[in-house]
């Protein structure tokens, strides 16, 4: 899998879970839900998101690398 699906793949879980989480445990819960929101909504304009770049540390191979037709 490359790095774009195992970012979209942590995003989600993270949502999912605090979700979860606000709705079963605690509101507090919800500020991370927004901090995901947050952090998707700058990297759209910034094109620099600090999981991508953790996950490319750990060795998750990048887009052009998976795409080598595009």
Same mark, same amino acid.
């Given at each position: 899998?490359? *790095?774009?699906?195992y970012?979209?793949?942590?995003? %989600? ?8 989480? %606000?709705?079963?445990?605690? /509101?507090?819960? &919800? ?5 995901? %929101?947050?952090?998707?909504?700058q990297?759209? &304009? *910034?094109?620099? @998101? !600090?999981? /991508? ?5 750990? %060795?998750?191979?990048?887009? !052009?690398e @998976?795409? !080598?037709?595009?």
């Amino acid at each position: 899998m490359c *790095t774009e699906r195992y970012l979209r793949l942590l995003a %989600g879980i993270v949502v999912l879970v605090s979700l979860a989480l %606000g709705l079963l445990a605690s /509101k507090t819960w &919800f500020v991370l839900t927004a901090l995901v %929101g947050i952090n998707l909504l700058q990297s759209a &304009f *910034t094109n620099w @998101c !600090p999981a /991508k770049t953790l996950l490319e540390r750990l %060795g998750t191979r990048s887009d !052009p690398e @998976c795409n !080598p037709h595009h």
